[in-house]
């Protein structure tokens, strides 16, 4: 039986492709978009790790990335339908975000979009690195595995849910193109996010 909802947040709640890759370049130099986007083909903080130094800045200078990220995000709006959704699903099932990204932009956002209470926590990079670790912190609250879906935009993402198992429904966004998302075989694909909906509405039967 589904009763947990789990959501990444960039590319899935908010367009911010573009604000995510323009923070990166500030700390990475000669890289194109489609570069970038293949680091989230494994989970972004290993990706990093396997970075050569010679596309490193010379000054490396992470607190100006994420402050600049921070401020951009506060421009941005949900997706269309995207807020109506998450009320929707919030009245049936627990709702939480997993994201790779640190919690003071995600924290305003969720307020300004008036979704905070709709969200039972929010498990940001500040809490782990691992999407695996945050999946597991919801297995220690009881949480079973076969209970919970993950929507996201990203391969990595999908990879890492199912190291432990957990469905995904694969938004085809801004990360990852439509046959990137179905070589990571997620349960369903979803193309615009009046799909989300009726794929839960619908088929969570369908998922285990």
Not at 58 to 75: C, F, P, S, V
Not at 79 to 97: A, C, H, P, R, V
Request: charge should be negative; charged fraction near 30%.
């Amino acid at each position: 039986m589904l009763t947990t909802i789990i959501f990444d947040f960039d590319g899935v709640i908010i367009d911010s492709f573009d604000l995510c890759y323009k923070s990166f370049c500030i700390n990475f130099k000669d890289i194109d978009e489609q570069w970038y986007k293949d680091l989230f083909i494994d989970n972004i903080f290993k990706s990093f790790e396997n970075i050569k130094d010679k596309q490193r800045s010379e000054t490396l200078d992470r607190k100006k990335a994420i402050e600049y990220a921070h401020q951009e995000r506060l421009k941005l709006a949900p997706y269309k339908n995207m807020k109506e959704i998450i009320n929707t699903l919030s009245e049936n099932y627990e709702l939480y975000i997993n994201t790779s990204s640190h919690s003071a932009s995600i924290e305003e956002r969720i307020k300004k979009y008036e979704l905070k209470d709709k969200f039972t926590k929010v498990l940001w990079a500040d809490v782990a690195k691992s999407k695996v670790e945050k999946f597991e912190y919801l297995q220690n609250k009881n949480i079973d595995t076969n209970q919970m879906v993950f929507i996201t935009d990203t391969a990595g993402d999908i990879y890492e849910a199912d190291q432990l198992k957990i469905p995904s429904i694969a938004v085809t966004r801004w990360f990852h193109d439509v046959e990137t998302l179905i070589e990571a075989q997620p349960r369903f694909m979803a193309t615009k996010p009046d799909e989300i909906l009726t794929y839960i509405e619908n088929f969570s039967t369908k998922l285990y």
